[in-house]
């Protein structure tokens, strides 16, 4: 059983002959890695580690962003934004916001600056196809609702989807274009050998939803039937990747055709992994799982190699599970806890 046919094995509910991973990291980690593993190549990690997934996407060839003199620059949809500096590595961040002051929709078409889609090599994706066959292939990162917080203050989004309705669902629906235009070139590049298409939005929070179910219902189900459907019809399973406590949206995901649900956020509410196994397992599976606040990060080896097998046995009974950590790995992660949690044993 090779690495994809592990991977569909388990996505279709029968158990596999190992539980199928993934790894997720930030570039701190990628080089800590590769450091371990002696290559410059972080194909070498993957396959250190066993790996069943790749992630593939078109590299940008388009113009340069601007860079201005404080060292920010200039991001997707015109937004700045500025590297932020902390003990252990960086990180991205809005500066200003390009769709802060739109008031009306038309305002909309005067300030943002999105991409032009040929400004990316999809090119890149066939030779993905070409070079991982062995491997289960996720692609993408279409949005209806992340974008537009890069462009726009969320808290501006929340009030609009309460008292400016007009306002916010053309914000969403200018992202909704451009990612379908996008991720079809994606999709039609990989000629149906695609085997997952990502939606990546961050609906919730911790404690629960950033909004009412009727509210995700009234905006967001018709932008998911509009991916779902161009994910099905190039054979690609529909994997969604919501950060935070899910949980009182997952009936309407699937029954809006999501088949894969992420990162499985376990030290949010009501993200317990055995109610949601017990819940939804026959209908969903689950990619993710390792807690990357506490067990990873402050964890011993040992206990992270607990905490794996746990999941593995609650999630992964009768297929249904992808093994990784619930957000990218951070740079406080240990190296040993990594390894720790890749460790094939942990994997029956």
């Given at each position: 059983?090779?690495?994809r046919e592990r991977v569909l094995c388990s996505l279709n509910h029968i158990q596999p002959d190992r539980v199928p991973v993934d790894l997720q990291y930030t570039p701190e980690i990628a080089k800590i890695l590769m450091r371990h593993f002696k290559t410059k190549d972080i194909e070498d990690v993957?396959?250190?580690?066993?790996?069943?997934?790749?992630?593939?996407?078109?590299?940008?060839?388009?113009?340069?962003?601007?860079?201005?003199?404080?060292?920010?620059?200039?991001?997707?949809?015109?937004?700045?934004?500025?590297?932020?500096?902390?003990?252990?590595?960086?990180?991205?961040?809005?500066?200003?916001y390009v769709a802060d002051e739109a008031e009306t929709p038309e305002d909309l078409d005067r300030l943002l600056r999105l991409p032009d889609v040929d400004d990316y090599n999809y090119e890149d994706i066939a030779e993905g196809c070409r070079r991982y066959n062995d491997y289960f292939l996720i692609?993408?990162?279409?949005?209806?609702?992340?974008?537009?917080?890069?462009?726009?203050?969320?808290?501006?989004?929340?009030?609009?989807?309460?008292?400016?309705?007009?306002?916010?669902?053309?914000?969403?629906?200018?992202?909704?274009?451009?990612?379908?235009?996008?991720?079809?070139?994606?999709?039609?590049?990989?000629?149906?050998?695609?085997?997952?298409?990502?939606?990546?939005?961050?609906?919730?929070?911790?404690?629960?939803?950033?909004?009412?179910?009727?509210?995700?219902?009234?905006?967001?189900?018709?932008?998911?039937?509009?991916?779902?459907?161009?994910?099905?019809?190039?054979?690609?399973?529909?994997?969604?990747?919501?950060?935070?406590?899910?949980?009182?949206?997952?009936?309407?995901?699937?029954?809006?055709?999501?088949?894969?649900?992420?990162?499985?956020?376990?030290?949010?509410?009501?993200?317990?992994?055995?109610?949601?196994?017990?819940?939804?397992?026959?209908?969903?599976?689950?990619?993710?799982?390792?807690?990357?606040?506490?067990?990873?990060?402050?964890?011993?080896?040992?206990?992270?190699?607990?905490?794996?097998?746990?999941?593995?046995?609650?999630?992964?009974?009768?297929?249904?599970?992808?093994?990784?950590?619930?957000?990218?790995?951070?740079?406080?992660?240990?190296?040993?806890?990594?390894?720790?949690?890749?460790?094939?044993?942990?994997?029956?």
């Amino acid at each position: 059983m090779n690495s994809r046919e592990r991977v569909l094995c388990s996505l279709n509910h029968i158990q596999p002959d190992r539980v199928p991973v993934d790894l997720q990291y930030t570039p701190e980690i990628a080089k800590i890695l590769m450091r371990h593993f002696k290559t410059k190549d972080i194909e070498d990690v993957w396959k250190g580690l066993d790996v069943d997934c790749r992630w593939i996407g078109p590299g940008y060839k388009g113009p340069a962003a601007k860079v201005f003199p404080d060292g920010s620059y200039e991001g997707w949809g015109g937004s700045v934004w500025r590297t932020v500096k902390n003990s252990f590595g960086s990180y991205d961040d809005v500066v200003k916001y390009v769709a802060d002051e739109a008031e009306t929709p038309e305002d909309l078409d005067r300030l943002l600056r999105l991409p032009d889609v040929d400004d990316y090599n999809y090119e890149d994706i066939a030779e993905g196809c070409r070079r991982y066959n062995d491997y289960f292939l996720i692609a993408g990162g279409a949005s209806m609702f992340f974008y537009p917080t890069m462009v726009r203050n969320m808290e501006n989004i929340l009030i609009d989807m309460a008292i400016n309705p007009d306002l916010a669902e053309a914000l969403f629906q200018k992202s909704v274009d451009w990612h379908l235009k996008h991720h079809e070139r994606i999709l039609d590049a990989g000629k149906g050998r695609i085997d997952a298409i990502q939606i990546a939005d961050d609906f919730s929070t911790q404690r629960g939803p950033l909004f009412s179910v009727e509210m995700f219902r009234t905006y967001f189900e018709g932008f998911f039937k509009l991916f779902v459907d161009m994910g099905k019809s190039h054979g690609a399973k529909i994997y969604l990747h919501c950060c935070g406590s899910s949980y009182a949206f997952i009936p309407d995901l699937i029954r809006w055709g999501v088949e894969i649900l992420d990162p499985i956020q376990i030290s949010a509410a009501d993200m317990e992994p055995g109610n949601l196994k017990t819940k939804f397992g026959d209908r969903l599976s689950f990619h993710g799982g390792v807690e990357t606040q506490s067990v990873l990060p402050n964890g011993t080896p040992d206990e992270v190699r607990a905490h794996v097998r746990e999941l593995i046995h609650v999630l992964g009974a009768n297929g249904g599970y992808i093994l990784a950590s619930c957000h990218c790995i951070q740079p406080d992660v240990p190296l040993e806890n990594i390894l720790a949690m890749y460790e094939p044993g942990n994997r029956k």
